[in-house]
DNA sequence: ACCTCTTTGTTTGAATTCAAACATACTTGC
DNA sequence: GCAAGTATGTTTGAATTCAAACAAAGAGGT
């Protein structure tokens, strides 16, 4: 376990991951590192396989991975076993947890590579230090922008989701993702089993309905590009 | 439009609403009003049936319901139109949207009653005041606490209406609700109808399953009262 | 006791989705 | 150009869900 006490090989190797976590966009280098140290963050390892966090845990950190790969997993009384997420280097997790006070782990964290993890308590970064540095305030405006994006992001697949027909779930999404983009022509992020994945349908029972879609003319899709046509007769 | 510049009959009428909000947990009466004061807190009214914020928009305040009712609706491209939230004194509403910067509304707010709104400038409320106020500092971790406690929910009902069957997402909820209340044996917060809205299937389907879940020995239920059995041979 | 309303469980045929094939086009590496 | 691999669309029978009934039990009011 280290601490960020000073500038010294061991942060300069991760700056180039934490430079692309969103929690400190806006930062320059010198201001991470400033934050790191006045918030009192840690660096702790974890071998493969290892169990990062387990369920039933507490923690009031938020975790950073730095290098290394993990899962976040979830399983249920009966055993039946989910993963839930792919942790990349860059990607934080267990934010909800560590800040809300005493919560218990829901998920645990395993290991699927020697992994490196930063480590920033909480409470130290939502308490204003008496030093009132001009950083802490970003990272504190950035800390509620992220929770507030994934308060969005969930929110718009629930709204898909909650769709009971498959037909349904693709207008919904569409639809939502022609507003974000502002335009009825669009691309999507994902390939047809990556959506089919994302919205909980069968990508054939999908692709049956685009097609159904583009007959219909509601729409024109061609691999990720899709075009909307509001007008069609319903 | 009033303000909220000094301590008059206004805002002792809201006083009893906004205590129960958790944005103003651990807060007395006089801490509540001291900083509604410093963040510059407003108040607007919305007659009956007028839209209080509408999709497209833009608004960088957290709004309060503070008398009154109204409906958060969501319409998407072919005029599908989509009841999301039934909101009461007391609940907030826009709070996403407010915490990201340029954020564009993809939900509208429509009063169902007379309405008088209670709004937070979220720049305000995120950016520590000159004084440091204590209370202000306490807001902060409230709304953060709350971002994170949305996010915790949301979470879980997507994991649970991920499955892709009834018994399934039975389960899966049962399995979180066992671990939330540290109980095999609990009670939930919902009758049959509402458990079947919240997983998003049909209500027989769902009393079906709970009917062969009894019969295969892995639970047992009367009305809002849960007995689980993870040993049941699955 | 009686009636009405609400909640929950059950049944049934129709609609939809699932799961596993297979077909076709396109890409990639050789 | 060719072979192997990948992405997408299509088909099919089985499983599941939907939607609309109806039945049974209980609550509440008269």
Redesign the interface.
């Known amino acids: 376990m280290f601490e960020f006490k000073q500038r010294g090989e061991i942060l300069e190797k991760f700056l180039n991951v934490l430079k692309k976590c969103p929690l400190f966009a806006g930062l320059s280098d010198d201001e991470i590192l400033t934050s790191l140290k006045c918030i009192g963050a840690k660096v702790r390892k974890n071998a493969k396989n290892q169990y990062i966090l387990q369920?039933g845990d507490c923690t009031d950190c938020i975790s950073l991975l730095a290098s290394g790969t993990a899962l976040v997993i979830?399983e249920?009384?009966?055993?039946?076993r989910?993963v839930?997420t792919n942790l990349m280097p860059g990607d934080y997790f267990a934010?909800?947890?560590?800040?809300?006070?005493d919560?218990?782990l829901?998920v645990s964290v395993v290991a699927t590579e020697n992994c490196e993890i930063v480590e920033i308590n909480m409470n130290h970064l939502?308490?204003?230090c008496s030093a009132?540095c001009s950083h802490h305030?970003r990272l504190?405006?950035n800390?509620?922008?992220a929770?507030?994006?994934?308060?969005?992001l969930?929110?718009?697949?629930?709204?898909h989701?909650?769709k009971?027909k498959t037909r349904?779930k693709l207008?919904?999404y569409?639809?939502?993702e022609?507003?974000?983009q502002g335009s009825l022509s669009f691309d999507i992020p994902f390939d047809r089993q990556q959506l089919a994945d994302f919205l909980?349908v069968e990508r054939a029972a999908m692709s049956v309905e685009l097609s159904k879609l583009q007959k219909e003319g509601?729409l024109k899709t061609f691999h990720s590009h899709f075009e909307?046509s509001?007008n069609a007769t319903?």
């Open positions: 369920a979830q249920d009384l009966w055993g039946n989910n839930m934010e909800p947890f560590a800040a809300i006070p919560a218990v829901s939502i308490t204003m009132a305030n504190i405006k800390l509620i922008t929770f507030a994006q994934k308060t969005l969930f929110n718009e697949k629930i709204t989701m909650s009971r349904d207008l919904s569409l639809s939502a022609a507003a974000r909980c509601l909307l509001p319903n």
